[in-house]
């Protein structure tokens, strides 16, 4: 298998909305868990995405494992790695978007990155520099409250510098408006500065196919889904790849119970989650009991043991700013953080083991701690539920997932998920 492109992307979640761009844009993908086990079957493919958990662990961590996924995707013969970061960028001054940008790029012998978040598809624009979603700065968005890694700056350019050892510079978008070319010489002259890292400018989807084409030129670059989608269509333009049909097949229905669990503290969780309990059973955790050291896991469990041969349930750990600030204020951000991944993990768990094999994960560390204590190694992608948010059939088990991450989907995702997952 010689790979066109490898990406490595810093949580399950958006792992998943990557692989689905790539998918519809003609590369046939497979998402794998983890760096792939030597011995690891996987189908002939233009791109893999390496789904790592690293976004919000250690710097020094989160380099370690993106080395090793680039090792592992440069062996494949990728020419071109795209380290795949939140469309909101959320990271804290500490990293880990800089220090693994900074790695990547020194391992890959290049001067300098580009460098955007942006994708204009879902609302999320690059204007000098300023990180915008939908009207609104990103700090004055109800996004800025990521419970880890909350979003107090809108200009990129310092929020990057604050976390790279290089100076970072701007590509603005009157001269992405001029061409690859004129973003390339644009890279090439802050590179000569001493930049690292640049943060590109993109509003229109076009912008996208410019910055694309432009990053495909060096081995190395740094965004989210949106980039992915302009490598993916350089990708195609240039003839490197043969664009393949997507018709989202997944094989045979799996049928039997199915569930959801719903971590994330987004506005657009909530707000699903309240729709759902028209629609499902919805038990919601309390994180207090939790953390006091009941056996909220356990009598969830009971509770969906119960229902799940009539219907799909849903399982909630989710809550509000304030109820998240009151508790991390209470018991620490990382040991609740921790604590609430754990039990959801557990949760997934034990409805594998009372027979659901159809799966719906709404955040993205939540989607992280149960992929890992499932063990799935990998997945095939089928079709689009939402922007962002494809079906995923395990490669090595019957078994449908969907992994959400918390800003994606309307208001009734979890029963479209469920509608499309047979």
């Not at 009151?326 to 953080?337: C, E, L, M, P």
């Not at 701690?369 to 019957?398: H, Q, S, Y």
Request: contains cysteine; charged residues 20%.
């Amino acid at each position: 298998m010689t790979l066109a492109l490898g990406c490595i992307a810093d949580d399950y979640t958006g792992a998943s909305d990557l692989a689905n761009t790539l998918s519809k844009a003609g590369l046939r993908t497979v998402q794998a868990i983890g760096v792939p086990r030597p011995d690891l079957a996987l189908p002939e493919v233009d791109a893999v995405v390496v789904s790592l958990k690293s976004r919000s662990i250690p710097a020094d961590e989160a380099v370690a494992r993106s080395r090793e996924a680039e090792a592992w995707i440069r062996a494949r013969g990728a020419g071109h790695v795209l380290f795949k970061v939140c469309s909101t960028f959320d990271s804290t001054d500490a990293g880990n978007i800089g220090p693994v940008t900074d790695a990547l790029r020194e391992d890959a012998g290049e001067a300098i990155a580009l460098v955007t978040p942006a994708f204009p598809e879902t609302a999320r624009t690059v204007y000098m520099g300023h990180l915008f979603v939908g009207a609104v700065p990103l700090a004055e968005s109800p996004l800025k409250d990521h419970p880890l890694n909350p979003m107090r700056d809108s200009n990129l350019v310092r929020v990057l510098s604050r976390q790279s050892r290089a100076p970072v510079g701007l590509v603005d978008l009157a001269t992405v408006a001029q061409g690859a070319e004129a973003v390339g010489a644009r890279l090439a002259a802050l590179a000569r500065e001493g930049k690292g890292a640049a943060i590109a400018d993109a509003v229109l989807d076009r912008d996208l196919a410019v910055l694309g084409a432009a990053a495909l030129r060096h081995r190395v670059s740094t965004g989210a889904s949106g980039l992915g989608l302009g490598l993916a269509r350089a990708l195609v333009a240039s003839g490197r790849v043969a664009p393949a049909a997507s018709d989202g097949a997944l094989g045979e229905a799996v049928g039997g119970p199915a569930a959801c669990l719903a971590g994330s503290c987004s506005q657009a969780t909530l707000g699903q989650i309240a729709r759902a309990e028209a629609e499902m059973p919805v038990r919601r955790l309390d994180p207090e009991r939790l953390l006091a050291g009941e056996d909220e896991a356990g009598a969830a469990l009971a509770w969906a043991a119960e229902r799940i041969g009539a219907g799909p349930v849903l399982i909630a750990s989710s809550a509000g700013p304030d109820s998240v600030a009151a508790v991390q204020a209470r018991y620490g951000r990382d040991a609740a953080g921790h604590a609430i991944e754990a039990a959801m993990a557990r949760i997934a768990e034990g409805l594998v083991e009372h027979g659901v094999r159809r799966l719906v994960v709404a955040g993205g560390e939540t989607s992280g701690a149960v992929v890992d204590r499932l063990g799935l190694p990998a997945f095939r992608v089928g079709p689009e539920i939402a922007a962002g948010v494809p079906v995923l059939r395990t490669t090595d088990r019957a078994m449908l997932l969907a992994l959400k991450s918390g800003n994606f989907g309307g208001p009734g995702f979890f029963t479209d998920a469920l509608a499309l997952m047979p």
